[in-house]
């Protein structure tokens, strides 16, 4: 069986089709097709062929015709349409039937006979009495679609961060589940901020590199894996799976970045055995941490101890090594007996036992004691012939 894949709808939906022997179709022609919804206008993505058709996939109608010139003619004027009116209906009757419900867009088939519009809803919601009466508002027949956040960002189009058309516009046929676990793979920041698509869903080019670095990431250890690295034990703390680089810590503090090619470590290791591993180090870590502080208290300790020993006076030195009170000194007397006299204890030397009077400015002669004085007159003296200098007793002689 001959089928084509067409894309059609404004969910830009693609599907196979049934194509006839006798026409012959390429890619990006215009062709008319019956589908479940009605007759609709589509465009060839996959030239026909005896294509294989997976389970997940079906065939969803047939390919009628290329389209004429009243085709192309009506087509543009239904997509011209303005349907602001039917927009303004439909939150006039949500409100009034209290449906917490967003309108996104409307669709006209190319019969002409039937409306198809498109709304987004947090839950499923039972709208039977609703689309009656919208039916009624809009003259004509009515199909509500409840669509996800993604067909409404495909439904509304825009253009993506990178510059480019929505990827879901352009080429998408069936979203692919997306989880935060590819952009930490991928170390991309987290911020859902960055992270997060025109629809608020993680954005979809996440996917397209995850195949990449999960055959790049056997190469090379995950973080805090331990490794060896030339003959030594080291673990990994940083890893740039792209450039097949590793940081290695060899736990002396010294940290190199190395190729993978330069390390061995076991292939086979998973967050959960990295986690169990970074627990036991953390642990050796804190023993031997422990084990440094008992050891310093243990030495400091011991040189307090030694230290209060120094500073203990022994009981036979306690009366010897008290200080000498010094009396207070009349600088203004000359007498020598104001300065008392300590005794000299044994071993200590005369210039140690004996105070030093303080320095008052004024020189003082010494006082010499010969003995006590005879009673003599001034007259006495006056008159008294001198002594002879060579010390005889002969007496003086006479002039």
């Known amino acids: 069986m001959t089928t084509a894949l067409a894309r059609y709808s404004t969910l830009k939906l693609m599907d196979h089709f049934r194509v006839p022997r006798d026409l012959t ?11 479940k919804r009605g007759t609709e206008l589509g465009q060839i993505k996959l030239a026909p062929g005896e294509h294989k058709i997976t389970g997940d996939q079906i065939i969803a109608g047939e390919v009628l015709r290329k389209p004429s010139l009243e085709d192309s003619t009506k087509f543009r004027q239904q997509r011209g349409e303005d349907f602001r009116a039917v927009k303004r209906s439909f939150r006039e009757l949500a409100g009034k039937h209290n449906l917490r419900m967003r309108y996104q867009n409307t669709e006209r088939l190319l019969s ?28 004509q027949r009515v199909e509500l679609r409840q669509v996800g956040a993604r067909d409404a960002a495909r439904v509304t189009g825009d253009v993506g961060v990178c510059g480019q058309e929505l990827c879901c516009v352009s080429y998408i046929i069936d979203f692919v589940p997306v989880s935060m676990k590819m952009a ?32 790049l990431k056997l190469n090379v250890p995950l973080d805090g894996q331990p490794i060896k690295c030339e003959g030594k034990d080291c673990h990994a703390c940083n890893v740039k799976i792209l450039e097949q680089k590793v940081t290695v810590d060899f736990g002396d503090g ?15 290791w998973s967050d959960k055995d990295i986690r169990r591993y970074r627990r036991e180090r953390r642990a050796r870590m804190l023993e031997e941490r422990a084990a440094r502080d008992a050891a310093r208290s243990a030495r400091q300790k011991a040189v307090t101890e030694r230290r209060h020993g120094q500073d203990v006076v022994h009981p036979s030195r306690r009366e ?10 009349d600088a203004s007397s000359g007498d020598s007996a104001a300065y008392p006299r300590v005794e000299e204890s044994e071993g200590a030397t005369a210039e140690t036992s004996s105070p030093v009077p303080p320095d008052t400015g004024v020189i003082k002669r010494p006082v010499i004691d010969s003995g006590p004085k005879p009673d003599v007159a001034v007259s006495d003296v006056d008159e008294a012939e001198p002594a002879d200098d060579h010390g005889t007793d002969d007496p003086p002689v006479e002039p």
């Open 320 to 329: 010897d090594d008290k200080p000498t009170i010094e009396p207070e000194i």
């Open 25 to 35: 179709l390429k890619v990006n022609d215009l062709v008319v097709l019956r589908t």
């Open 112 to 139: 002409g006979d039937k409306l198809i519009v498109y709304f987004t809803a947090e839950d499923r919601l039972d709208f039977r009495e609703f689309v009656k009466e919208f039916s009624d508002a809009v003259g």
């Open 254 to 268: 010294r940290r190199e970045e190395r190729d993978a090619k330069d390390i061995e470590f076991e292939p086979n």
């Open 184 to 215: 930490k793979t991928q170390r991309i920041s987290l911020d859902p901020a960055k992270i997060s698509g025109q629809c608020g869903r993680l954005k979809c080019c996440l996917k397209y590199e995850d195949d990449l670095y999960n055959s």
